[in-house]
């Protein structure tokens, strides 16, 4: 269950920058009373801090590499919903990242 909540943070932090913003600077507000493990929090605040488009790359290193190895490893486990969230951001990122109009990414 604690994959599912971590993609979507995930997801959240990739399409809010605020959200974002405050997982790095605040974990304990941002995250709240989350069902995360002490490594998942770890590794959604790391990558918040180092920057989402670390993860996106994959040649970073880091918390972000770590928590989509993890994510990857979970896949399986997540419910359609949570996977097609996490690549809608992740693609609408990409985007926006390059420029691109949204309704043009695929």
């Given amino acids: 269950?604690?994959?599912?909540?971590?993609?979507?943070?995930?997801?959240?932090?990739?399409?809010?920058?605020?959200?974002?913003?405050?997982?790095?600077?605040?974990?304990?507000?941002?995250?709240?009373?989350?069902?995360?493990?002490?490594?998942?929090?770890?590794?959604?605040?790391?990558?918040?801090?180092?920057?989402?488009?670390n993860l996106l790359r994959g040649d970073g290193g880091g918390s972000g590499e770590k928590l989509a190895r993890y994510l990857g490893a979970a896949r399986l486990g997540l419910s359609r919903e949570v996977r097609n969230d996490l690549n809608k951001a992740v693609v609408e990122r990409l985007a926006r990242k390059g420029g691109l109009p949204i309704g043009h990414a695929m």
């Fill in 1 to 53: 269950m604690s994959a599912e909540i971590t993609a979507k943070v995930l997801a959240r932090m990739m399409e809010n920058k605020p959200f974002r913003t405050q997982v790095a600077s605040d974990p304990d507000a941002a995250l709240g009373s989350l069902d995360l493990t002490a490594e998942e929090r770890e590794l959604l605040v790391g990558t918040a801090r180092e920057g989402v488009d």
